[in-house]
């Protein structure tokens, strides 16, 4: 036995000095088109493509999964209660899953229990840590539901304007612009302030996103715009108040989260009004609201769930891709490169090393990110700063799992706030940085955009 794994492991350290970038655990020969994330890819294409865990998890590694997969699922109600206890006095919804679809992506809707929609809120300034300035009354999140004996803090109404698109073949397509309005304030604001709407994303392949080398991430800044492309690119620096420092931004729409607790304990107390260990005061603390409705007292949720639900979304696995081998997907994968998507949403990284979970290590991955921020233009500015993201500017949506949003969701929405219902108008929202690659693609001929379509489908 000694034997072998003494060859094994002289054959894996020749293969890895004579190709190997990082100590990968998959053979560069064992690679296929369809492996978007190594070994943490999964290969069903069904509604739950995006609810797996990555293969060969130990047994107590899938237990503490299954345990998130459970809490990520569970509705929570308002104290008292047995169990899931603590929800509100105000939030956006009661269960993860409940936003995030099938840890897919979530519906443009407010106020109810199928609303994937939130909208932050600040004003002219920052707090002292560079983040946005809360709005008294109301923090930096509109919680637009309550429990019982409490106020929802406002109503988000979202109302829509079709505008058409015509690509210069002539061929005429319908743009929907939002406009968001904040009614019924259960208090009033008296500062002008600024609203930023999100949709809850998919949750593909965070774990090894979390994993991607800073150095990588800001290898990809082109400062001063060097090679002349238009796009320059800009890292996200933000505050995690569990480590206590200020780290670059990975997760969120704009990049504005430091880590996957951080993410994650923020949406317990913000989405949910649940408190936990990294974020222990209830977001309405401070407001009319909180002495009355809420108990305080030691945080509702427990630190080893806490823990669970971030293992789980960690060591959730990404799809594989589909039909790599038609024609048309490949030719449209030729036209991606072509028109510079590319530029940001890069097609092939390197995970760092990741010692506990050697899924997560070293894995060559094709999240379609580069996780900086981008000016996308006005058309899709929330004019509300985030840390260092300006009011223009997102991170790079990644593209994994893009063609299974569908299935997974029910209905499709894309971008930061649902306004497109297809990856076509999606496309076609791009401005500001992405401008020329937008328009390269419009210039397209049909034929070709529809096979960008159907390379963007089988991610
Ligand atoms: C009210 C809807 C809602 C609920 C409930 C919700 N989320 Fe989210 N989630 C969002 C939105 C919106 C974002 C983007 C936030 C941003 O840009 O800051 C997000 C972002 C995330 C991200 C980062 C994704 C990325 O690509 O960077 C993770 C991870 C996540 N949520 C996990 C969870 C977990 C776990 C829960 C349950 C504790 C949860 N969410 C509850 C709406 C929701
Ligand atoms: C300058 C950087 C940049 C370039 C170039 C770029 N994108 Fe994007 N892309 C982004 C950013 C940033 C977002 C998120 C924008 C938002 O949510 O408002 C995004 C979002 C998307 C989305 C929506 C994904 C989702 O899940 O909602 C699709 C689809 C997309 N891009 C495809 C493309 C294609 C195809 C091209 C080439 C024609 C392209 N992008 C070029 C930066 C870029």
Redesign the pocket.
């Known amino acids: 036995m000694k034997k072998i794994f003494t060859i094994s492991g002289i054959v894996l350290l020749i293969t890895c000095l004579s190709r190997c970038h990082k100590a990968d655990l998959l053979p560069a020969e064992r690679y296929d088109d369809r492996l978007s994330a190594g070994l943490a890819t999964n290969f069903d294409a069904s509604s739950h493509a995006f609810t797996h865990a990555i293969d060969g998890l130990s047994a107590r590694d899938q237990r503490v999964h299954d345990l998130g997969d459970q809490t ?1 699922e569970s509705k929570f109600v308002a104290a008292p209660a047995p169990v899931f206890g603590g929800l509100g006095p105000i939030f ?5 899953i ?3 679809r099938n840890d897919g992506g ?1 519906l443009p809707t407010t106020g109810s229990a199928t ?4 909208m ?1 809120i600040s004003q002219a300034g920052t707090d002292a840590y560079g983040g946005a300035l809360a709005v008294s009354g109301y923090g930096t999140q509109v919680q637009d539901l309550a429990i019982l004996g409490a106020k929802p803090e406002a109503h988000v109404n979202i109302s829509y304007t079709e505008v058409p698109f015509t690509y210069p073949d002539g061929v005429v397509t319908s743009l929907r612009h939002p406009v968001y309005e904040l009614q019924n304030l259960y208090t009033p604001i008296s500062v002008p302030y600024m609203i930023s709407p ?6 593909v392949g ?1 774990g090894l ?1 979390e994993k991607v080398p800073e150095n990588t991430i800001l290898a990809f800044v082109d400062d001063g715009d060097k090679n002349d492309d238009g796009i320059t690119g800009k890292a996200n620096y933000v505050y995690d108040a569990y480590a206590n420092q200020i780290v670059i931004g ?5 990049a ?2 430091p880590s ?1 607790l951080m ?2 304990a923020m ?2 107390q913000q ?2 009004g ?1 408190t936990s260990y990294p974020t222990s005061q209830e977001s309405a603390f401070g407001q009319s609201q909180y002495q009355s409705v809420t108990d305080i007292g030691s945080t509702e949720l427990a630190d080893s769930m806490l823990n669970y ?2 293992f ?2 960690k060591t959730l696995a990404v799809p594989a891709r589909r039909n790599v081998t038609d024609p048309d997907v490949k030719a449209g994968s030729i036209l991606f490169n072509q028109v510079n998507c590319t530029a940001c949403h890069r097609a092939t990284i390197y995970t760092g090393t990741e010692s506990s979970t050697p899924q997560l290590s070293g894995q060559q991955i094709h999240p379609y990110t580069d996780l900086l921020l981008h000016d996308m233009g006005d058309g899709l500015a929330d004019d509300r700063p ?1 840390f260092r993201a300006n009011g223009k500017e997102w ?1 790079t949506q ?1 593209l994994w799992g893009l063609g299974l949003m569908q299935k997974t969701t029910g209905t499709a929405y894309y971008l ?1 706030d649902g306004r497109a219902r297809t990856i076509e108008e999606a496309i076609l929202w791009h401005d500001g940085e992405a401008k020329k690659s937008r328009d390269a693609f419009t210039q397209l001929t049909n034929q070709q955009r529809d096979q960008l379509m159907k390379f963007l489908n089988s991610l």
């Open positions: 990520f956006n919804n009661v269960s993860c409940n936003c995030h979530g609303s994937g929609l939130l932050r999100r949709l809850a994303p998919r949750l965070l996103l990975r997760f969120g729409l704009k504005n989260a996957l993410q994650i949406a317990y989405d949910m649940v639900v971030t789980y979304v985030d991170r990644p930061h």
